[in-house]
């Protein structure tokens, strides 16, 4: 995932936030550049206007933050398993995403739900990284055939997997 800065500060605003802190985040964002170092030359400054900034020990808490709000509307969307009586829709570690539903069905409706919201955000999914895992086990193969649209490109997944 990958994160538009501009969008940030309307993240940080729907969570509730104070005015103050986000101008705060605002300024550290404000300008931000970078330049690569060769072996005998300086390139001239990059500007940076995506993602969070990198080094700052504020980055991996802003980045939470942002993310937050993607996995608020995941988890309220229509798909999701049934576990001990709890809803499972979403596992999330760092940047990635792991998305539960029952069926290829509700696990699109996922995905539109998760699409929509990341364009408000500005996160676009990288779809040559994504995968999807459909199981059934009232089939003899228990793999099944699927394709999926994230961010209105098709990711399709044939069988079979190295692991089937």
């Known amino acids: 995932m990958l994160t538009e800065g501009r969008h940030i500060f309307g993240t940080l605003h729907e969570l509730g936030l104070p005015d103050g802190l986000i101008d705060l985040v605002r300024e550290l964002y404000h300008g931000c550049t970078t330049a690569v170092h060769a072996t005998d030359r300086v390139t001239a400054e990059i500007p940076i206007w995506s993602g969070v ?10 980045f939470s933050l942002d993310t937050e709000m993607l996995l608020r ?17 979403v596992l999330a570690y760092t940047d990635d995403l792991i998305l539960l539903a029952p069926d290829a069905t509700q696990l699109q409706q996922m ?21 999807s895992l459909h199981i059934d086990g009232r089939q003899n193969s228990h793999i099944l055939d699927s394709t999926l649209m994230i961010q209105g490109q098709a990711r399709h997944e044939p069988p079979p997997y190295p692991w089937a």
């Open 111 to 131: 995905l539109d739900v998760t699409s929509e919201v990341a364009r408000w955000m500005g996160l676009h999914f990288n779809v040559t990284k994504c995968a």
């Open 53 to 62: 900034r990198q080094g700052y020990p504020l980055s991996p808490i802003i």
């Open 73 to 89: 509307a995941m988890a309220v969307s229509s798909g999701g398993l049934d576990l001990y009586s709890q809803k499972l829709s």
